[in-house]
């Protein structure tokens, strides 16, 4: 093994949807920044699985105000860095057809409103005006929020990953994390299979994988990952701008979801029920009859859509669907950005912003300081997100 080499500032283990904002962050608040990743690659974890859907209309303040800024990082990277990652400012609907649904998306309105989203309950009626498409027979309505989105999940991976070189954050790809180096109950640095490296924040963004990390110095936050598939149909003429959103729960899955990209295809997933806990990636059988049956319930023009194919990816799950994010109580300057329940995606540049401000030790606004204490890795786990 070689000697240490030149002291960083931090190190981030993970190049996912986490990892690679979080590089670019600090790497332009000046931070001298080290990415270690074990795939070859950036983004092959979970992230490269992920479908694009960026949102803020979320139940938790926390992730509503991060993905806030997350909208504004997407939704302007081209004019800000000049590459195109296919932002499309779709919006989402979530779709109401039982009582139970429609006054969950109606309670969670006014903390919405309260936080500043662009999001309204429209009627039935009024919602078929926007998506046209959707089965009007016991329709009740759905909110509507213009302002979120979707883009490719690989090209704005790779734009997070170039721009972040530029601004000088360095990345070592296959090279798996054996050791987090400590003087006492700091820590110190990491060892890999080939160097040993210093920096007094380490910073765990490893999704689905955090757990290794964690045991790296004896921590065990509450992480554990289950298994969602998705699938993507052959193109067709545009026909659906919003993502559309159906949380009844149903026998197999608690929730579906699916939009249409610029270039034609749906884009689908839902959530199974029971979950199925593990790190099995493996497509299953089971999945195209569940979501074709639900899809084409909610809007029947599906029906003679072809699937061009399916995948499957891990959600770091957390027991209340929060991520996990600060000062992690394991080890001083270990710092965690884990949980993220699926959403790394949309919650990745908020958050990276957030850890850079952190470790840069900016005085933290009244906004930060509310983020850190929902999503800290020291709370109680209760309750549940309403729209996770």
Known sequence: MSKAESLHDAIIIGAGSVGLPTALAMAEAGLNVLVLDRAPSPGQGSHKAAIGGVRATHSDPAKIRLCLRSLEVFSTWRETYGQDIEWTSGGYTFVAYQDPE????????????????????????????????LNPDGLLGGTYSPDDGHCSTLLAGHAFYETAIRAGASFHFSEHVTAISRDENRVTGVV???????????VNAAGAWSGDVDALVGAAHPVMPDSHEAGITEPVAPFLKPMVVDIRPAQGSSNCYFYQLTTGQVVFCLTPDPPIVGFDRRETSAFLPL??????????????????????????????????????????????????????????????????????????????????????????????????
């Open 102 to 133: 429609a006054q969950t998306l109606k309670d969670v309105l006014t903390i919405q409103h309260g936080l500043g989203l662009n999001i309204d309950w429209l009627d039935a009626a009024e919602l078929l005006d926007v998506v046209p498409s």
């Open 291 to 388: 979501i074709a049956q639900r899809m084409v319930a909610l809007m029947p023009t599906l029906a003679n859509l072809r699937v061009r194919r399916t995948w499957r990816g891990l959600y770091p799950m957390t027991p209340d669907g929060a991520p996990i994010v600060g000062w992690s109580p394991a080890a001083e300057g270990y710092l965690v950005a884990i949980g993220m329940c699926g959403q790394g995606f949309m919650l990745g540049p908020g958050v990276g912003e957030l850890l850079a401000r952190m470790v840069t030790q900016t005085a933290p606004s009244a906004s930060d300081r509310e983020i850190l204490n929902s999503l800290s890795p020291n709370r109680q786990f209760s309750g549940q997100e309403a729209l996770k």
């Open 192 to 202: 890999t299979e080939r160097a040993t490296y210093a920096a007094p924040i380490v």
